[in-house]
């Protein structure tokens, strides 16, 4: 059985930092593209950044050199260093594994396997 769990959301006022990570179990992570995607209120979610198997890493546009992923294979899990956060950050962030990942990330659909989501919140 695949399990996917996030952590590390919370409250951060604009400019701060915070670090998200994913542990997958039951599959083997070091063959799989992992990813983070992010929902709004309001809003569809949305591809933030992955990571493919081979280490490859691909951004949104609007977290280009604030944000970056990584993997610890070792560890089976996923990160996502987010840094000067915006309010338009806020949102529920999710790991998701075994999807696209290339120059056209984005698509959710792709991926099967996903996380319960963890909430960031940025206050201005």
């Known amino acids: 059985q695949v399990q996917v769990v996030e952590s590390g959301g919370g409250l951060v006022q604009a400019g701060g930092s915070l670090r998200l990570s994913c542990t997958a179990s039951?599959?083997?992570?070091?063959?799989?593209?992992m990813a983070w995607f992010r929902r709004a209120p309001e809003k569809e979610r949305e591809g933030v950044s992955c990571?493919?198997?081979?280490?490859?890493?691909y951004y949104k546009d609007s977290v280009k050199g604030r944000f970056t992923i990584s993997r610890d294979n070792a560890k089976a899990t996923l990160y996502l260093q987010m840094n000067v956060l915006k309010p338009e950050d806020t949102a529920i962030y999710y790991c998701?594994?075994?999807?696209?990942?290339?120059?056209?990330?984005?698509?959710?659909?792709?991926?099967?396997?996903w996380g319960q989501g963890t909430q960031v919140t940025v206050s201005s």
């Open positions: 039951g599959l083997n992570f070091g063959t799989y593209n």
């Open positions: 998701a594994a075994g999807g696209y990942c290339g120059d056209f990330f984005g698509r959710e659909e792709d991926y099967p396997y």
């Open positions: 990571i493919s198997w081979r280490g490859n890493t």
